[in-house]
């Protein structure tokens, strides 16, 4: 238990300083910032955006007694809320001047329902066409709209199979007359029900994935990149307070009072263990909250999150055991973390989160095996292609920690 008091004790000397602070959450956060307000109109760019598409209907359906004005439940159906972003409907009552408005490129699409639809959706054989008038100069948006028309003409066509097999019905005294509108209304609520817009433009990568917000997928490998690459200044950093106590013989002293060597040092690795905890939790959770980024599966961040804290941990651990002083561990601070960090983080900022340039350079660095694991679990990859390196990170921690332990101990026996 007194492990723990003297963890507490120096995890709150650590919050309370601001230079502490600031490396551990102001930083990471500016710098990620200011790379999301750099790139923050890429969504914007990147996708491109389809203004809807300009459409007159004419609608000259007579009706029918069977079927009623299919017509107009054609206009009414493409005239919905649910497809204002593909097309922008208005209405005409005569088929000349529908035309005369494509022509004018004051609408990109004239939809022109004969009079006969209705009828000829009743009567076994009749045929009719509806006619589509667009715009030459335009493509993509009169592309949709067909695709939109033609989705609701294939659930027409089965109106007339439907009216075609309910009339036969009421020739055999099956059903009544009366009984067919309301099948074929019927018909058609479950058709426009089963109607999806989105259906109509699914943006995908080459690999048939669904297109991702460009915007994460920059800020989202920075992020991480900044909390791996802080998380380690923070564990030599805190561990750096054993050889400050040292100098300032706060700590001799400490080792005069009943409490063993082992379980002084113990607080005190314990404490540095906390203190990245702490970091690492709030990075992950402020990220989300501030630039929107999507970590991955729960379970395996936690994994993953696991493995940077013990590693950065237990690696500021055994770098200040090999120090010193003070003075040394400023060095090895300021000079031998930035160069490894960088090192690990080379396919951060290449934009090669996973693979080249430089391949397996980046793993000569603990920090690289944590920029791994964490991008992996970003990215949505399998256990299988995540977990060797968190296996890594723990593998270095218990190296890292072994020796720590073995030089602190040596030196503090």
């Known amino acids: 238990m007194k492990s723990i008091t003297i963890a507490v004790k120096d995890m709150t000397r650590s919050f309370r300083s601001a230079f502490a602070l600031v490396f551990m959450f102001i930083i990471p956060l500016l710098v990620t910032g200011m790379f999301y307000l750099m790139f923050g109109n890429v969504k914007e760019e990147s996708q491109s955006t389809i203004a809807a598409t300009k459409v007159v209907i004419v609608n000259l359906d007579q009706g029918n007694a069977q079927t009623g004005n299919l017509g107009q439940t054609l206009m009414d159906s493409l005239n ?13 009552t005569d088929a000349a001047e529908a035309r005369r408005m494509v022509d004018a490129q004051q609408a990109g699409v004239a939809i022109i329902i004969p009079a006969d639809f209705s009828a000829s959706m009743a009567e076994n054989g009749a045929t009719t066409e509806i006619e589509f008038y667009q715009d030459p100069t335009l493509t993509l948006g009169p592309q949709i709209v067909r695709s939109v028309l033609n989705q609701f003409i294939d659930n027409y066509a089965g109106i007339k199979l439907l009216a075609g097999a309910a009339v036969k019905k009421v020739e055999s005294g099956a059903i009544s007359s009366d009984s067919i509108n309301s099948i074929i209304e019927d018909y058609l609520a479950l058709s426009e029900s089963s109607f999806d817009p989105q259906t109509l ?35 030599v950093n805190t561990a750096n307070s054993i050889l400050k106590e040292a100098e300032e013989g706060t700590l001799p002293r400490l080792f005069t009072t009943p409490t063993s060597h082992a379980e002084i040092l113990r607080g005190k690795f314990l404490s540095v263990g906390l203190t990245v905890l702490v970091q690492v939790a709030v990075l992950i959770l402020a990220a989300r909250l501030i630039f929107n980024i999507r970590w991955g ?36 601070f300021g000079g031998l973390l930035t160069v490894t960090g960088m090192i690990g983080m080379i396919n951060i900022f290449t934009g090669n989160p996973q693979s080249a340039p430089l391949g397996i350079v980046p793993l000569f660095t603990p920090q690289g095996w944590a920029a791994r694991a964490m991008l992996g679990t970003m990215s949505g990859q399998s256990a299988a292609e995540v977990l060797p390196y968190v296996l890594g990170l723990f593998v270095l921690s218990v190296v890292f920690f072994i020796i720590g332990v073995w030089r602190f101990q040596k030196r503090y026996a």
């Open 80 to 92: 919905t809320e649910q497809l204002a972003e593909i097309m922008e409907v208005s209405t005409a």
């Open 201 to 235: 433009i699914v943006q995908r990568t080459l690999d048939g994935k669904a297109e991702q917000n460009p915007l994460t997928s920059i800020i989202g490998p920075i992020m991480a990149g900044m909390m791996i690459f802080y998380a380690f200044f923070t564990g």
């Open 297 to 332: 599966s729960l379970p395996m961040l936690l994994l993953v999150s696991l493995g940077i804290i013990c590693c950065a941990a237990t690696c500021g651990i055994m770098i200040c055991s090999l120090m010193k002083n003070t003075k040394q561990s400023g060095i090895i």
